[in-house]
């Protein structure tokens, strides 16, 4: 349902200009999106994910599912790194909160 709405789109930091990263929420509904933006090259990226958005705290332990590869990372803290591909170009990531 995040995807299917025009007015809830937030953009956040990535330190690499060829990575846009974007988040889309609606109520538990949270979908975060890092796009590729070169399509010869690969890019990384640390993503500034957007932990009071997500009801997340500072040193909150969550899992971010990568919904193209049916990936999950664990992460913690603020800061997520991403490695894009020119033939994968984007990763659509939905939060997992660690009981």
């Known amino acids: 349902p995040a995807l299917q709405e025009l007015t809830n789109l937030r953009f ?25 933006l070169d399509p010869y090259n690969t890019h990384a990226a640390h993503l500034e994910l957007p932990l009071e958005e997500l009801g997340l705290s500072e040193d909150g332990e969550y899992v971010l599912e990568e919904l193209i590869s049916d990936r999950e990372v664990p992460g913690r803290g603020r800061r997520f790194w991403v490695q894009i591909q020119p033939e994968s170009p984007a990763e659509i990531l939905r939060v997992k909160k660690r009981d």
């Open 12 to 36: 956040h930091d990535a330190d690499d200009e060829n990575v846009l990263f974007y988040s889309k929420v609606l109520g538990e509904d949270v979908v975060l999106v890092a796009v590729n």
